[in-house]
């Protein structure tokens, strides 16, 4: 309803301005009403062209708006592919980084495994080893307690026949 109103205004203002117009282009003097009138038709017209100025600088702001919003998508766009991309190498690292970790813990037990092997081959050997010292030692023992009943025997048979 106001836009209506208006436009019919302009309309009437724009009708008794070319009215008043040609009056002065008759030659004919005017009121002080219609020099009003035609100062204001002056001023809704600079307003007018002001008004469209505005509305192209408003819509070339919009447009600029609209262009650096969608470079910030493209930006925010880019920026998660980017972020995704190095989660998933951080993946794969981890990947990585539990394999070898699996690989060397089964190492350690294959090593522990053959560690103790050798451990228990060696303890065995020198358990054997020892038992092989104590019979040669009991041997010895007994041989030379044979050598001292022998040697104190020949003492005295030496003592009973001197």
């Known amino acids: 309803m106001e836009a209506l109103t208006i436009s019919v205004l302009e309309e009437a203002m724009k009708l008794f301005s070319e009215k008043i117009a040609r009056k002065l282009a008759e030659g004919k003097r005017i ?22 100025s505005l509305n192209k600088r408003i819509d070339d702001t919009n447009r600029r708006i609209d262009d650096t919003n969608k470079r910030i998508d493209e930006l925010r766009e880019s920026m998660n592919e980017r972020i995704a991309e190095i989660h998933k190498r951080i993946d794969d690292t981890n990947e990585r980084i539990n394999g070898l970790r699996d690989d060397m ?41 044979s050598i001292k009943s ?9 003592i009973g026949r001197s």
């Open 150 to 158: 022998d040697v104190i025997n020949l003492l005295k048979e030496k």
């Open 31 to 52: 009121t002080d009403t219609e020099v009003i009138i035609l100062l204001l038709d002056q001023m809704n017209k600079r307003m007018d062209i002001m008004n469209e």
């Open 105 to 145: 813990n089964r190492r350690i037990d294959e090593l522990r495994g053959e560690v103790n092997r050798k451990v228990d081959e060696l303890r065995g050997d020198m358990n054997r080893r020892i038992d092989e010292l104590r019979e040669d030692l009991r041997l010895l023992h007994q041989e030379v307690s």
